[in-house]
Each structure stands twice: as C-alpha cells, then as structure tokens.
C-alpha cells in the first residue's frame, strides 16, 4: 500500500495558481504524461523520455512531484540501485488535465491553428 504525504494547504489566489503549483515545472508534466501512459518506469526510462533534461533537473523534478503528492518513489535494495516511480491517486488525479494538454498539443503539431 502506498503512502501518501499529507499536502500543507498553500494560500492561492486563483484555481490556475493552485493548479501550476503542482505541474508547474519544466520537466513535471512530460514526466506526469508519461508515467499515466505507461505506469510504473524507472529512472532511466523516465531520462529516455526526456533526453533533454539533465540527471541534477529531473531528479529535482521528480523529488518536488514526489514532495506534492503525485508521484510515489519505490526503492529496492538491490545492487545495482533500483527505483521505480508511479504515480498516487492524486497524480492519477490529474489525468483529465494531462489529456486535455495532450489533445491541444497535437492540434498545435497538425498546424491547424
């Protein structure tokens, strides 16, 4: 069973604010993106993803969605290191915010805008 952490209520002044807080990020939402459409992937899978990120960004990036609450990380005591990252139900939460992102970028990519 995984733990969620429990989330400091943060003074906002509107929804969107509230929203970016927790996607807001260079990397959060591919990482977000990914991790509903494959579910459970390892660091390196993640960094394959997003050739662009350096190691230092998305550990960092991943850290905050794990502090928020929208991502579990799983470390196995083995040799070599094995972590796996999922995403809790609040982070399953957002998929409806994902996919509406997702569905605009592709109009954006066709260039019928």
């Avoid at 429990?6 to 260079?26: D, L, R, Y």
């Avoid at 094995?82 to 954006?108: A, Q």
């Amino acid at each position: 069973m995984s733990k969620e952490k429990i989330i400091k209520e943060k003074p906002f002044h509107c929804p969107v604010e509230a929203t970016f807080s927790q996607i807001g990020g260079k990397y959060k939402m591919i990482i977000l993106y990914h991790l509903l459409e494959d579910g459970t992937l390892r660091y390196n899978q993640i960094q394959k993803y997003i050739p662009q990120a350096t190691a230092k960004m998305l550990a960092q990036q991943l850290r905050e969605l794990e502090n928020d609450g929208l991502v579990h990380r799983e470390v196995y005591p083995v040799v070599p290191p094995k972590t796996e990252y999922s995403l809790t139900e609040r982070g399953i939460s957002l998929k409806p915010v994902i996919d509406s992102v997702c569905e605009w970028g592709r109009t954006y990519m066709k260039g019928t805008f």
